[in-house]
Structure formats: structure tokens, C-alpha cells
């Protein structure tokens, strides 16, 4: 995250860039993410998360309101295991994923497209963000920084693809938008949970 808010989106890019940190705890989050929504009303926030079984990064088309069973760091779980009680099965992004992640191309990065978030706070927090933004939001998960993704490179590769997203949101709005406000969030411990907020 460090090293994307060094990098910025490009000059080109009207851009607001702002970075948050979410913690690993569903509570929080839910309140986070509705005062992200709130306060800072973004056209669209892009979540980031660590996947430390992840190999490539994934970009989630979806997330599911139901099945969240294991626990965040505090050991707490939501009630029934639902981000919201009347909330839709699954909300989609507006961004095509699948088409991000063919055009999103980053030497020795692979990107990938997914439609399953897996069930804890990073997908939780990406649902809640899809529901009060109503499908303005992304999830990217990451691997872990190591020696074959150094910090500098993951920075590079989440630019790009951030980038590339906010392309396809440009596909789809009118042209009359000059300028947009983007909010990065992240997590301190464990599976960093994200949002870039434009």
C-alpha cells in the first residue's frame, strides 16, 4: 500500500488517492466501511487483501452475503454468519474483472480473474462496500511480499490494474465526469482488507 501511495495513479489520472487501513475485525469494518461511504462519498473504492496461499493476484467479480464462519482477530463472527440480514445472495462489481484482468499486464505478475472471495473480513468488507456503494467497488487479493513480489513490484502491479479499472468504470459512465476522488484501505495485521475509494 506504501508503495502505491508513492507511485500515485499517474499524471495522466485525475485522481484523489487516499489510503486506509481496516483491521481484521468484522465490527470495525462494518462501521469503516459505512463511514467511508458516508463521509467521504466515493465513486468507487478498490479493496485490497492478502490471500497467503495466493500465488498470482486475483481480482473478485463477486461477493456473498452468507458463510462467514471462521473468526476475525478479536474471535468474533457475525451473527448467522451474514454481512447484512436483508442483503442480496451476491453483488457484483461494475467493473468487469475478467476484463481487467486480460488487459492488466505486469512483467513476471499474474493476474487472474475470480468469482469466489472466499468468507472472511476482506470479502466481508467488499460486500458491505458493493451494497452502500451500489457496485462501485473492487476487491483485489495479493500474495504476500517476497522475494518474487518485492513491495515495488506489487506497488507497480496494483497501479497498473487500478488503472486499468478505472478505464472500464470510464467505459461505462458518461464522459462528464472531470473529477474523481480514489481511497485505498488496508489492514494492519493478518489479511489486509482494502478499499480505494475514487
Known amino acids: 500500500m506504501e508503495e502505491l501511495s508513492k507511485l500515485g495513479l499517474g499524471s495522466d489520472m485525475e485522481v484523489e488517492l487516499q489510503t486506509l487501513q481496516l483491521p481484521v475485525d468484522y465490527r470495525e469494518v462494518k462501521q469503516r466501511v459505512a463511514r467511508i461511504w458516508e463521509d467521504l462519498q466515493p465513486q468507487f473504492v478498490v479493496h485490497v487483501g492478502v490471500d497467503p496461499a495466493a500465488k498470482a493476484i486475483f481480482l473478485e467479480q463477486c461477493s456473498r452475503n452468507r458463510g462467514y464462519q471462521d473468526t476475525d482477530i478479536r474471535g468474533f463472527r457475525p451473527e448467522c454468519g ?58 483485489i487479493h495479493v500474495p504476500p511480499l517476497s522475494p518474487w513480489l518485492p513491495a515495488s513490484l506489487l506497488g507497480k502491479a496494483l497501479q497498473v490494474i487500478i488503472q486499468e479499472m478505472l478505464e472500464e468504470i470510464q467505459k461505462g459512465q458518461a464522459q462528464n465526469l472531470v473529477h474523481r476522488k480514489l481511497s485505498l484501505c488496508s489492514s494492519s495485521q493478518g489479511e489486509p482488507t482494502g478499499g480505494l475509494l475514487l
Not at 84 to 111: F, W
Open 82 to 139: 451474514v454481512c447484512l440480514t436483508d442483503g442480496p445472495e451476491v453483488i457484483a462489481s461494475e467493473v468487469s474483472m475478467k476484463a481487467v484482468s486480460r488487459r492488466a499486464a505486469v512483467q513476471g505478475v499474474e493476474v487472474a480473474y475470480s468469482r469466489d472471495a472466499g468468507r472472511y473480513v476482506c470479502d466481508y468488507a467488499y460486500y458491505l462496500s458493493l451494497h452502500h456503494g451500489n457496485g462501485c467497488a473492487a476487491l
